[in-house]
C-alpha cells in the first residue's frame, strides 16, 4: 500500500481511505480474520467502531434466532449469545471494563493508571466482569419484546460513547493503543457518523415494528444518555481517559442500556 504523505507543521495528518480503516478496525475491535487482499490500516478506525457494533450486533441476533428455533430456553440462549459477543472482541472491552474498576478501587489517585496498566486481575476487576456478563445476560433473558433490536442498539450505542470519550476527554497516557485514537480523531464529524448511524437504526426499527414505540423511544434516550454519561463519569474520576476506560464505557453503556430496556419489555 502506498504510503501516506507526511503531514506539514500545524496540517492534520491524512487519514487511508475508508475501506482500509474498515478493514483495520475489524481487526483491531474483534478477533475476525479478513479476506486476502483486503489491505487495514489502523489510523482513524475510531469512528467506524458503532459500525462494528452494529455488524457483531446483527450476528448475534442471526445466532439468537437459530438456537431459538432449535427450542433453546432464554436464559440459555442469552448466556450463549454474551458469551460469544465476548469471544468475537477478544474480550478487548471487557477487560478494560475489569481494569478500570482494578483502578478505582485505589484510594490513592496517583496509583491509579499505574494499577490499571497491571494485566493482572485484581478482585475488583472480576467482580466487573461477573457484575457486567451477569446483568447482560439476565437483562437480554427478560427481554420479551424487541430482544433483537435492543440487543443490536446498546452495541451501536456503547461504540458510539467510546467515539464521544475519545473526542471529547484528554488521553492519560503518552503511548498506547487508545493514542492513536485520538491522534486521529476529527471532530465533530466522526462522533456524527455515529450518531448518525444509531439514529438512522432507530428509524428504521420504528419503519419496521411501529407497536415498539416505548421501548424503541426508552433505547433511544437511554443510549444517548448513557453513552455521554459514562464516558463523562470515568473523565470525572480519573480527569481523563485510557484505552482500558474506552472498553469500559463501551460495556458499561451496552450493559446499563439492556437492564434499562426491561422497564418496557412486556411478555408474550
Known amino acids: 500500500m502506498t504510503p ?66 432449535l427450542g433453546m430456553p432464554p436464559l440459555t440462549r442469552s448466556a450463549l449469545v454474551i458469551g460469544l459477543g465476548v469471544w468475537l472482541t477478544g474480550g478487548l472491552h471487557l477487560d478494560g471494563a475489569m481494569d478500570t474498576a482494578d483502578g478505582l478501587a485505589v484510594m490513592e489517585p496517583e496509583r491509579r493508571l499505574a494499577v490499571m496498566a497491571d494485566s493482572r486481575a485484581g478482585a475488583f476487576g472480576v467482580m466487573a466482569a461477573i457484575a457486567i456478563l451477569g446483568l447482560k445476560t439476565l437483562a437480554l433473558a427478560e427481554l420479551a419484546t424487541g430482544r433483537g433490536w435492543v440487543l443490536v442498539a446498546a452495541m451501536v450505542w ?55 414505540l416505548l421501548i424503541n423511544g426508552l433505547t433511544l434516550m437511554g443510549g444517548l444518555g448513557l453513552a455521554i454519561a459514562t464516558g463523562a463519569y470515568f473523565n470525572r474520576r480519573l480527569g481523563g481517559h485510557t484505552g482500558d476506560t474506552y472498553g469500559a464505557t463501551v460495556e458499561w453503556t451496552e450493559t446499563l442500556l439492556l437492564s434499562l430496556a426491561t422497564l418496557a419489555s412486556t411478555g408474550a
Open 4 to 69: 501516506l504523505p507526511p503531514a506539514q507543521p500545524g496540517e492534520i495528518s491524512p487519514r487511508p481511505g475508508w475501506f482500509a480503516r474498515l478493514g483495520g478496525s475489524i481487526l483491531f475491535y474483534t478477533q475476525l480474520p479478513l479476506p486476502p487482499g483486503w489491505q487495514p490500516r489502523f489510523e482513524g478506525i475510531a469512528p467506524l467502531a458503532p459500525v462494528v457494533g452494529l455488524a457483531l450486533g446483527l450476528g448475534l441476533v442471526v445466532v439468537d434466532i437459530v438456537l431459538s428455533q
Open 158 to 212: 456503547g461504540r458510539w460513547g467510546q467515539v464521544v470519550a475519545i473526542a471529547r476527554y484528554p488521553y492519560l497516557r503518552a503511548e498506547g493503543k487508545g493514542a492513536l485514537h485520538r491522534k486521529h480523531l476529527r471532530s465533530p464529524q466522526d462522533w456524527l457518523l455515529g450518531l448518525g448511524l444509531a439514529f438512522a437504526f432507530h428509524g428504521l426499527w420504528a419503519w419496521a415494528r411501529p407497536d415498539h
